[in-house]
């Protein structure tokens, strides 16, 4: 698999802004993808997910992308929060039918009031 | 609704000591996960639990690594002997069968010195 360093892409906005993260992920067939938070010291957390069969869905404040032309996913927050300062990360069920998730890069939001 | 229970939360030990993980997943989930998360990376799945069953052990190092689920609830994870590059944090994680959500217990923070 691919290794990162310790160093995470990092995005910084201000309070209010919309914020957008990217993922770039490796198995055309997968068939599902989900974004997580993971706060510091905790699990990761769910956020929102998606068929393939979809290219947009929306939930409270989030909205998932999906490109499956480039291999593309993407999260949109609106109006961020200090609270929604976090690492995320996407992932892909690779497994098929036994849900087995691979996790991509993370990306540190750091919200600044 | 309780979450996914894990223990202990932090353990250091010395290289080639040996380390058992606990995780009691949340009720009725026959789906049970263990996720190795090194530092600035995204969880890498090692293996994946369907009752007492296991459905996919692919990514572990079974030479170090094992892990049972006695009954088709809790579970251990243990490593014998430990490597300096075991550092990280496990995480248990635990769905329903065909429901996508998973849900992720707080990990443990394992040091190998």
């Known amino acids: 698999g691919e290794s990162v360093g310790l160093h995470l892409p990092t995005l910084s906005v201000q309070e209010g802004d919309n914020s957008i993260i990217n993922c770039a992920y490796s198995?055309?067939?997968?068939?599902?993808f989900i974004w997580y938070k993971q706060e510091s010291g905790k699990g990761p957390q769910f956020i929102i997910d998606?068929?393939?069969?979809?290219d947009k869905r929306q939930g409270q404040r989030v909205t998932v992308l999906l490109n499956k032309t480039v291999k593309h996913l993407s999260l949109q927050i609106a109006a961020t929060q200090p609270g929604d300062s976090a690492v995320y990360f996407c992932?892909?069920?690779?497994?098929?039918?036994?849900?087995?998730?691979?996790f991509g890069k993370g990306t540190l939001l750091t919200v600044n009031p | 609704e309780a979450g996914v229970a894990q223990s202990p939360r932090y353990k250091i030990i010395e290289k080639r000591q040996s380390v058992a993980f606990w995780c009691n997943p949340i009720?009725?989930?026959?789906?049970l996960y263990w996720y190795q998360q090194i530092l600035g990376q995204g969880p890498k799945l090692l293996i994946q639990?369907?009752?007492?069953?296991?459905?996919?052990d692919s990514q572990l190092p079974k030479d170090r690594f094992s892990a049972e689920r006695l009954k088709g609830v809790d579970s251990t994870l243990k490593i014998q002997p430990a490597k300096l590059e075991d550092s990280a944090v496990y995480l248990c994680?635990?769905?329903?069968?065909?429901?996508?959500?998973?849900?992720f217990g707080p990990g443990t923070r394992l040091t190998v010195l």
């Open positions: 994680a635990s769905s329903l069968p065909m429901l996508r959500e998973t849900f």
């Open positions: 998606i068929r393939s069969n979809m």
């Open positions: 992932a892909e069920n690779s497994g098929g039918s036994n849900y087995k998730l691979t």
């Open positions: 639990f369907q009752n007492n069953g296991v459905v996919d």
């Open positions: 198995n055309s067939a997968s068939d599902y």
């Open positions: 009720s009725g989930h026959a789906t």
